[in-house]
Every structure is written in structure tokens, then in C-alpha cells.
């Protein structure tokens, strides 16, 4: 049920752009992308309710695509503050419950 | 404004001894609470997670267990620590369902020696 993002790290120099993409063997209801920075709790980014939505924050942006069971992450004109792990999370139902599981992240270095 | 409270930020513990992390919620009411924990260097492990007063959920089996004596108070306790227990704790909340959006608190950096 783990959603599996891709790639597993990433390293760019500022100004440059990268693309973080999660997908699940299940069906998605919704995406949650967080970024957290090295010994910081996670920062809720953004999260998409419906397939086909997408949404932007900054210079960050990210679609949805339910047939594809994936969402990306669109990190463009990259900045040092940019750096961190960033991680998505689906909600799935099990049992009667939801659960949001988190991916394993992908570690983002951007340098100057 | 919700805030989010955990205490201690930094605890070291010898392997057996009990262990006691606190999380407390403010500007709010009946929220989802979550504990997570993460590994150095891995993903958010989601451990209990709670509905309502006295209503938890575990998702992992182990020596660690959870409890919400109050409707903004959520408590992760241990009677005997383990070295497999070090890592970082995260207390989160959410309003209503899952679907909504998890606000993380500071976090707990536990290592057990």
C-alpha cells in the first residue's frame, strides 16, 4: 500500500528543475506532499482531492493523474531552500478505516 | 491558530527504562491525532492514531503504546525501551476525516543506549 516515489535523491544546482513522482498499485482518492528539512518535522506542501486537479504553490506545482494511479511534483527555478526530503502520502481504506502512508521520500540537494 | 506542542525535543534513555512523550494540541477541538516515527534517514511510520478520547488505533505491533486521556492531549508510552526504539517521533493532527490535511509537530529525537 506504500506509495513508491521516484527518484529516490536528487541533486541540482539553483535554478534548475526537477520533477519527484509517487504512484500507487491501488487506486488514489488523494495525494499529500510534504517536504521536510534535515532535523525538522514535515511541512504540509499541498494535496489534490480529484484526478486531473492540479495545484501550485510558488514555484512548486503538482498534478494528479487518477487513471495512472501517480502524482508529480514540479519543483521549477530551483532555490537552496528548496532542499529537504520530500515525501507524498495517499490515503487508503482499510478495515472500514483510512490511513494516509507515507512514501519512503526523495532526498532533494539543491546547490548554489 | 492551531499550534501543535511536543515535549521533550531531545531524550536519551538507557535500553529498559520507561518512556513517556507528550503532544498537545491547541486552537481546536476533536482533532485527529497521529504518532509517527521515523528512522534516521527513512520515511514517516505512522504508529497510533486517534479519533477521540479514548478511541486509538495501532498499526504497528510492538513494546510501545498509546493513550488520550484529553480531547487535545496524546500520550506515547513505553515500559521498557528497546535500542530498536531510537528515532524521531512525530505528533500530527488533522480536522475530521483523513483526507484532510496532517499538521506535524516539532518532533521528539529519542535515542536509547
Known amino acids: 500500500q506504500q506509495p513508491v516515489q521516484s527518484p529516490q535523491a536528487v541533486i541540482l544546482r539553483e535554478g534548475e528543475d526537477a520533477v519527484i513522482n509517487c504512484s500507487s498499485s491501488k487506486a488514489l482518492y488523494s495525494v499529500h506532499w510534504y517536504r521536510q528539512k534535515h532535523g525538522e518535522a514535515p511541512v504540509f506542501l499541498m494535496i489534490?482531492?480529484?484526478?486531473?486537479e492540479q495545484k501550485g504553490h510558488d514555484k512548486i506545482s503538482a498534478s494528479f493523474n487518477e487513471k495512472k494511479q501517480q502524482s508529480s511534483l514540479y519543483l521549477t527555478a530551483s532555490q537552496l531552500s528548496y532542499s529537504g526530503t520530500y515525501f507524498c502520502g495517499t490515503v487508503f481504506t482499510q478495515g472500514g478505516s483510512e490511513k494516509l502512508v507515507f512514501g519512503k521520500g526523495t532526498k532533494l540537494t539543491v546547490n548554489p | 491558530s492551531q499550534t501543535i506542542h511536543q515535549w521533550p525535543a531531545t531524550l536519551v534513555q538507557p535500553v529498559g527504562s520507561p518512556l513517556s512523550l507528550e503532544c498537545t494540541v491547541e486552537?481546536?477541538?476533536?482533532?485527529?491525532l497521529y504518532w509517527y516515527r521515523q528512522a534516521a534517514g527513512r520515511g514517516l511510520q505512522l504508529l497510533f492514531y486517534?479519533?477521540?478520547?479514548?478511541?486509538i488505533s495501532s498499526e504497528v505491533p510492538q513494546n510501545l503504546s498509546a493513550s488520550r486521556p484529553q480531547d487535545r492531549q496524546f500520550i506515547l508510552s513505553s515500559k521498557k525501551l528497546l535500542l530498536s526504539d531510537s528515532g524521531f517521533y512525530l505528533c500530527?493532527?488533522?480536522?475530521?476525516?483523513?483526507?484532510?490535511?496532517?499538521?506535524f509537530g516539532p518532533g521528539t529525537r529519542l535515542l536509547v543506549l
Open positions: 486517534s479519533v477521540g478520547i479514548g478511541q
Open positions: 489534490l482531492l480529484k484526478g486531473g
Open positions: 500530527a493532527w488533522s480536522q475530521g476525516r483523513v483526507q484532510e490535511t496532517q499538521y
Open positions: 486552537g481546536t477541538s476533536n482533532p485527529n
